[in-house]
């Protein structure tokens, strides 16, 4: 039987947004990861960008091929959606939450399809894990009939397929340049505003068994405050930050593990990591969390501190969206601030910002938390001020 190389570039879903790329080999009715022997990563820069609720991922890459030309089957795994619209006309043909698929190989737009296959699972080590779609040259594709009635009787949130973008490439003797981009729906959870790993030590299974030149740009807007797993990196000085803001070393407590890490405050831009020669041994994952969590009356059953106190405290540790509904729509009764609290809840845009306060207890609050960071260039100008942060101040007037 002929051997087909497919090389997987990213993995999707609207829950976990994981990216993958790596080398599988398919034969007969077996997929299996192996190394590919003769092409290698010379480069990779991955881009993330947040834009308002979603991302948009724009991969460049540079493989060295020394041998002859190379025609491979190139395919992007993306995972069905979870808790979504469970209409199978809408989950046809490509990914509900996902947009702007394009793939270019030495300046060539590539034209791609899309196969629906039986949906993966999660093993023990938390490796995502699709059953073998691909035999005799040919996808195992559920029809939007197969779709529909199985999703009568699905009693998961999830859907019972994935989908699978497929086309074919040229990798000519030499360097060959790929360029690969889209943009998804950031997902969310209980606790988390947005979750999103991407697969990393897929790239160990080229020949090179790395990346010899590797760039991460990581960049969720200004005024934002994330942690990332400490997982392919060993500290905050690991990470350039570009623009204002800083990274603290930080560990925090799941539902039975604690995670060490980095938290980010950034103030404006974004950062960035660089390593030569890069082994990936673990993957990125990148959190923001809802600062409303600790504030929960079920976790703080046995404190006798308010609600009020909670979310005053809580600022301390992070940014916070400034957005009026998670007051008015979380407290079962109307909150109870003191003055002062409204004071700092209102001056919040001027210190995420940076604003040097001249009065002394706003100065000193603020100064008492993580992420302050004081900008002399700041003056206090109102006019960048967002539509919500002007709702925000008069709501905390």
């Known amino acids: 039987m002929r051997k087909l190389i497919i090389v997987i570039f990213c993995c999707l879903s609207t829950l976990f947004a994981t990216a993958n790329d790596g080398v599988f080999y398919a034969s007969g009715n077996q997929l299996i990861p192996i190394t590919e022997t003769d092409i290698s990563v010379r480069k990779e820069v991955l881009t993330l960008n947040r834009v308002g609720d979603h ?66 699972s999660y093993d023990e080590n938390d490796k995502y894990t699709i059953p073998p779609y691909y035999t005799n040259g040919q996808f195992k594709d559920w029809s939007k009939k197969q779709c529909g009635d199985s999703l009568k009787s699905w009693d998961y949130m999830a859907y019972p397929f994935d989908y699978v973008y497929h086309f074919k ?58 942690r990332i797993k400490q997982t392919f990196f060993e500290k905050s000085t690991d990470w350039t930050i570009n623009g204002l803001g800083m990274a603290m070393n930080c560990e925090w407590t799941g539902w039975d593990t604690v995670t060490s890490g980095v938290i980010f405050h950034i103030q404006q831009g974004g950062i960035s990591f660089h390593k030569q020669n890069f082994h990936p041994d673990g993957e990125l994952f990148l959190v923001k969390d809802h600062l409303i969590v600790s504030m929960w009356r079920d976790w703080n059953s046995e404190q006798k501190t308010s609600d009020e106190e909670n979310l005053i405290n809580g600022i301390k540790n992070q940014y916070n969206s400034l957005d009026t509904a998670f007051i008015s729509g979380f407290f079962e009764e109307s909150p109870q601030f003191t003055s002062e609290q409204r004071r700092i809840l209102k001056n919040l845009p001027f210190a995420y910002r940076g604003y040097i306060f001249k009065d002394k207890a706003l100065r000193d609050y603020f100064e008492s938390t993580d992420w302050y960071l004081p900008n002399p260039e700041y003056d206090g100008n109102m006019d960048v001020f967002s539509a919500e942060e002007r709702k925000w101040m008069e709501f905390w007037k």
Do not use: C
């Open 55 to 120: 991302i948009e991922v724009t991969v460049y890459y540079e493989f060295f091929n020394p041998v002859g030309e190379k025609e491979l089957l190139v395919g992007f795994e993306a995972e069905s959606p979870y808790n979504s619209n469970r209409d199978p006309i809408k989950l046809f043909p490509s990914h509900p939450h996902m947009r702007n698929f394009q793939v270019i190989v030495n300046g060539q737009n590539l034209h791609y399809e899309i196969a629906h296959v039986t949906r993966g």
């Open 169 to 226: 490439a040229k990798f000519r003797p030499g360097l060959n340049i790929v360029q690969h981009t889209y943009e998804y729906d950031l997902s969310f959870s209980v606790g988390e505003e947005f979750h999103f790993p991407y697969v990393l030590t897929a790239a160990n299974r080229w020949a090179n068994h790395q990346i010899d030149d590797f760039t991460l740009n990581i960049n969720m807007g200004d005024r934002e405050s994330f």
